[in-house]
């Protein structure tokens, strides 16, 4: 399973009709298979980012690099390829029929086929534990089986980098737990946006702090998640009782 | 948004393996509209012929075995049509004949059993069709059927997200009730017609999501291919005897 750097450079951009920048010189650098938590409070610019980096949102200045790869318009189709991006509301993210159909969407957009593109999507399927889900209608999932469905849909294009916008909102404990667990068993770099800091502390080593549209920590997650004037200048707080340094 | 509860869509399918369930979706849906055409051309006074239709038709019902109470319940699809179609005798003119001391027009009468029997044997097909086909086989089938696939991501999307749409609405309507409104009038009207507003929005919004999901995932214009399994001459041959006969049936009564 390969898995690529993701490098970004002074990335800004405005939305028409704003007057003010929605990200504003904003630069990171992730290595090969290393899981970052992307941590900031509502309306920062978390999305925005993250939005860039499989050409979702066309860059307005700037420089993003997957790998090798710059993320410019002719390259899109090989960046959508490389770069899975699974979106917050897993209704949108999952449209087709059925499950099978929507785990098949990405490799077929791909031009695979016929019984290659069956195996793929049992594979895949597997990987994510949700194994004989292939018939059933994606609406009359449950949230957990919602969310490693829809991560299927984008394991099954083969990523290299994985961007996970708020994973484990709406999810009951045990649905959580079991997302941790699926997510740490990937060898792909992955950018996991999300306000559920013990989350962030459970699988990601490092963590930024998106905050004004750049990034204004990056840091251990440890140590970023101890400093309590820190977190709470950009409106993050940890569960009462949560203590990082006991872990 | 979660849950599997009130699905609209899902439950017109009944599970099961008999001889109708395991006919491939295409050639169903070609045989049952052959069959609602022939019925539709048959003149309404060849009585025989229907009654050849109606065996015909309740055999398949039969023989997908989804029950006579099913088939019923589904049949009432057609009441506001039978609703019409009884006024029909006593506003027609021309000739007329006497029932318990009422005056109906002949042609009336035959007005409303052409409107009953057509629309009987046709909810009957699409019963039996609808009844034992999934939803998303029956859209694999009309791709197969060269229908445009744009026009079957539409049908597609609508039967995806009608379920979301309807809880959608429920909640807010619930969140309406909750803050006490109790809608029994016309002139109460205003919250649902903003309502509907508001979820005009949210599913233009939606729209947009999925739409970016799409692009996310390598689409680019075209519905890709998931299923091309095809039906063997065989299984056409087999299907498509039943509006063979309805069409026999036709031609030799008429």
Same mark, same amino acid.
């Given at each position: 399973?390969?898995?690529?750097?993701?490098?970004?450079?002074?990335?800004?951009?405005?939305?028409?009709?704003?007057?003010?920048?929605?990200?504003?010189?904003?630069?990171?650098?992730?290595?090969?298979?290393?899981?970052?938590?992307?941590?900031?409070?509502?309306?920062?610019?978390?999305?925005?980012?993250?939005?860039?980096?499989?050409?979702?949102?066309?860059?307005?200045?700037?420089?993003?690099?997957?790998?090798?790869?710059?993320?410019?318009?002719?390259?899109?189709?090989?960046?959508?390829?490389?770069?899975?991006?699974?979106?917050?509301?897993?209704?949108?993210?999952?449209?087709?029929?059925?499950?099978?159909?929507?785990?098949?969407?990405?490799?077929?957009?791909?031009?695979?086929?016929?019984?290659?593109?069956?195996?793929?999507?049992?594979?895949?399927?597997?990987?994510?534990?949700?194994?004989?889900?292939?018939?059933?209608?994606?609406?009359?999932?449950?949230?957990?089986?919602?969310?490693?469905?829809?991560?299927?849909?984008?394991?099954?294009?083969?990523?290299?980098?994985?961007?996970?916008?708020?994973?484990?909102?709406?999810?009951?404990?045990?649905?959580?737990?079991?997302?941790?667990?699926?997510?740490?068993?990937?060898?792909?770099?992955?950018?996991?946006?999300?306000?559920?800091?013990?989350?962030?502390?459970?699988?990601?080593?490092?963590?930024?702090?998106?905050?004004?549209?750049?990034?204004?920590?990056?840091?251990?997650?440890?140590?970023?998640?101890?400093?309590?004037?820190?977190?709470?200048?950009?409106?993050?707080?940890?569960?009462?009782?949560?203590?990082?340094?006991?872990? | 948004?979660?849950?599997?509860?009130?699905?609209?869509?899902?439950?017109?399918?009944?599970?099961?393996?008999?001889?109708?369930?395991?006919?491939?979706?295409?050639?169903?849906?070609?045989?049952?509209?052959?069959?609602?055409?022939?019925?539709?051309?048959?003149?309404?006074?060849?009585?025989?012929?229907?009654?050849?239709?109606?065996? /015909? *038709?309740?055999?398949? $019902? @039969? +023989? &997908?075995?989804?029950?006579?109470?099913?088939? %019923?319940?589904?049949?009432?699809?057609?009441?506001?049509?039978?609703?019409?179609?009884?006024?029909?005798?006593?506003?027609?003119?021309?000739?007329?004949?006497?029932?318990?001391?009422?005056?109906?027009?002949?042609?009336?009468?035959?007005?409303?059993?052409?409107?009953?029997?057509?629309?009987?044997? /046709? *909810?009957?097909?699409? $019963? @039996? +069709? &609808?009844?034992?086909?999934?939803?998303?086989? %029956?859209?694999?089938?009309?791709?197969?059927?060269?229908?445009?696939?744009?026009?079957?991501?539409?049908?597609?999307?609508?039967?995806?997200?009608?379920?979301?749409?309807?809880?959608?609405?429920?909640?807010?309507?619930?969140?309406?009730?909750?803050?006490?409104?109790?809608?029994?009038?016309?002139?109460?009207?205003?919250?649902?017609?903003?309502?509907?507003?508001?979820?005009?929005?949210?599913?233009?919004?939606?729209?947009?999501?999925?739409?970016?999901?799409?692009?996310?995932?390598?689409?680019?214009?075209?519905?890709?291919?998931?299923?091309?399994?095809?039906?063997?001459?065989?299984?056409?041959?087999?299907?498509?005897?039943?509006?063979?006969?309805?069409?026999?049936?036709?031609?030799?009564?008429?």
């Amino acid at each position: 399973m390969p898995a690529s750097s993701v490098v970004v450079r002074d990335l800004r951009f405005r939305y028409p009709g704003e007057h003010h920048d929605a990200l504003h010189g904003l630069s990171i650098e992730v290595a090969e298979g290393e899981r970052v938590a992307v941590l900031g409070p509502n309306g920062s610019g978390k999305t925005t980012f993250v939005m860039h980096l499989n050409g979702l949102l066309a860059m307005q200045s700037g420089e993003i690099r997957i790998g090798d790869l710059p993320v410019v318009e002719d390259n899109l189709r090989e960046v959508r390829r490389v770069v899975g991006a699974v979106f917050q509301d897993a209704d949108d993210q999952l449209f087709m029929s059925t499950v099978r159909e929507d785990v098949a969407f990405g490799p077929a957009n791909l031009g695979i086929s016929g019984s290659e593109l069956d195996e793929l999507v049992e594979r895949t399927l597997k990987r994510v534990g949700a194994d004989g889900y292939a018939d059933r209608n994606p609406h009359h999932l449950s949230g957990g089986e919602k969310r490693r469905v829809a991560i299927a849909t984008v394991l099954s294009m083969d990523p290299h980098v994985l961007i996970l916008d708020e994973p484990t909102s709406g999810l009951d404990p045990a649905g959580r737990r079991e997302l941790i667990d699926l997510l740490s068993g990937l060898a792909q770099t992955q950018l996991i946006v999300t306000h559920d800091l013990p989350l962030a502390l459970q699988l990601c080593a490092r963590s930024v702090i998106v905050s004004g549209g750049k990034v204004v920590a990056d840091a251990p997650t440890v140590e970023l998640l101890s400093d309590v004037e820190l977190l709470a200048q950009h409106r993050l707080e940890l569960p009462m009782g949560f203590d990082p340094s006991r872990l | 948004m979660s849950g599997a509860h009130g699905s609209t869509v899902l439950r017109i399918f009944i599970p099961g393996d008999s001889q109708i369930h395991r006919l491939s979706p295409e050639t169903k849906l070609v045989a049952v509209v052959a069959a609602v055409i022939v019925m539709a051309v048959t003149p309404r006074q060849e009585v025989v012929a229907f009654a050849l239709y109606a065996v /015909g *038709a309740w055999s398949v $019902i @039969a +023989l &997908s075995g989804i029950g006579v109470r099913t088939y %019923l319940k589904r049949l009432a699809v057609i009441i506001p049509f039978i609703l019409f179609a009884v006024i029909v005798p006593f506003l027609s003119g021309g000739e007329s004949v006497q029932v318990v001391g009422v005056s109906l027009s002949v042609d009336g009468l035959w007005a409303t059993w052409n409107i009953l029997v057509k629309a009987g044997l /046709g *909810a009957t097909m699409s $019963i @039996a +069709l &609808s009844a034992t086909t999934p939803v998303a086989e %029956l859209l694999h089938g009309m791709t197969r059927l060269r229908v445009p696939r744009l026009l079957v991501a539409i049908i597609a999307f609508m039967l995806r997200y009608i379920d979301v749409l309807v809880e959608q609405l429920g909640r807010m309507r619930r969140s309406m009730v909750a803050r006490g409104h109790d809608p029994r009038w016309l002139w109460q009207i205003k919250p649902i017609a903003s309502s509907a507003g508001a979820l005009f929005v949210r599913s233009y919004e939606r729209g947009e999501r999925v739409h970016q999901a799409m692009l996310a995932r390598g689409y680019s214009g075209v519905m890709p291919v998931v299923n091309d399994r095809h039906a063997s001459t065989r299984e056409w041959l087999s299907v498509m005897a039943y509006p063979f006969m309805f069409a026999v049936v036709l031609v030799v009564v008429v």
